[in-house]
């Protein structure tokens, strides 16, 4: 078994442009996900997919500082940049992390793992508070690379293309889709929301006083604080 995190992202978001490259408290929010995924302990490799295009190059130097592998491929077409990256490092299993979470918990991509090796579904997810008690934005999303494939083959829509795992989402009636609460009763907060789509998000997360390597008990107890 080889487990793959890949982390999508690039420069070119329309909400908030150049977003990898803000500062948060200090550090690029990319760094901020690269630090914090690098904190998995189950992850066999990690890879940061970015777009080809000119835009991105700034962000590939930054990641190259970073000394995490990185790889370029479609802007558009997600799914063929994933798959690429799949066959290149030999994935048995693709772990999507999205890099506009920020707060995203290494031990959390663990959890998830852990629960997709015991109950083995098509697809098992744990990033966003659907069926489940998570806060948004501080887990991710794991498939095979085998389902991934015919995923791959199949998706013919720019929207299943460029959404990558939106296929099975879109088609939850064809496949196995299991997610969970978490382990610990005071991550169980799932109104609050931690990935950054817009300035005011960005905002929100620039106002508190987070240190990178915060966990998630902390960084909750640190939005329950009453002002």
């Given at each position: 078994?080889?487990r793959?995190?890949?982390i999508?992202a690039r420069?070119?978001?329309?909400?908030?442009?150049?977003?990898?490259?803000?500062?948060?408290?200090?550090?690029?929010?990319?760094e901020?996900?690269?630090?914090?995924?690098?904190?998995?302990?189950?992850?066999?490799?990690i890879v940061?997919?970015?777009p080809?295009?000119?835009?991105?190059?700034?962000?590939?130097?930054?990641?190259?500082?970073?000394?995490?592998?990185?790889?370029?491929g479609?802007?558009?077409?997600?799914?063929?940049?994933?798959?690429?990256?799949?066959k290149e490092?030999?994935?048995?299993?693709?772990?999507?992390i999205c890099?506009?979470?920020?707060?995203?918990?290494?031990?959390?991509?663990?959890?998830?793992?852990?629960?997709?090796?015991?109950?083995?579904?098509?697809?098992?997810?744990?990033h966003?508070?659907?069926?489940?008690?998570y806060?948004d934005?501080?887990?991710?999303?794991?498939?095979?690379?085998?389902?991934?494939?015919?995923?791959?083959?199949?998706?013919?829509?720019?929207?299943?293309?460029?959404?990558?795992?939106?296929?099975i989402?879109?088609?939850?009636?064809?496949?196995n889709?299991k997610?969970?609460?978490?382990?610990?009763?005071?991550l169980?907060y799932p109104?609050?929301?931690?990935?950054?789509?817009?300035?005011?998000?960005?905002?929100?997360?620039?106002?508190?006083?987070?240190?990178i390597?915060?966990?998630?008990?902390?960084?909750i107890a640190?939005?329950?604080?009453?002002?």
């Amino acid at each position: 078994m080889k487990r793959v995190g890949i982390i999508q992202a690039r420069l070119g978001s329309t909400r908030l442009p150049l977003k990898m490259l803000l500062s948060l408290h200090g550090k690029p929010i990319i760094e901020w996900v690269v630090t914090r995924v690098r904190q998995s302990k189950l992850l066999d490799e990690i890879v940061v997919a970015i777009p080809n295009t000119k835009e991105n190059n700034t962000l590939a130097k930054y990641l190259q500082k970073l000394n995490v592998k990185v790889h370029r491929g479609s802007e558009n077409d997600v799914l063929s940049r994933f798959y690429k990256v799949a066959k290149e490092y030999n994935a048995t299993h693709i772990i999507r992390i999205c890099a506009d979470n920020p707060l995203i918990d290494g031990e959390e991509i663990d959890n998830l793992i852990k629960f997709y090796e015991k109950e083995q579904p098509d697809y098992a997810y744990n990033h966003i508070p659907k069926n489940n008690n998570y806060p948004d934005g501080i887990g991710a999303e794991m498939v095979s690379f085998e389902l991934f494939e015919k995923i791959h083959n199949d998706a013919k829509e720019q929207g299943h293309r460029e959404h990558c795992l939106s296929y099975i989402t879109d088609n939850y009636d064809k496949f196995n889709i299991k997610t969970f609460d978490p382990l610990d009763n005071l991550l169980c907060y799932p109104e609050l929301k931690f990935d950054v789509d817009t300035f005011s998000d960005y905002e929100k997360l620039a106002m508190k006083d987070i240190k990178i390597n915060i966990n998630s008990k902390e960084l909750i107890a640190l939005f329950l604080e009453k002002k």
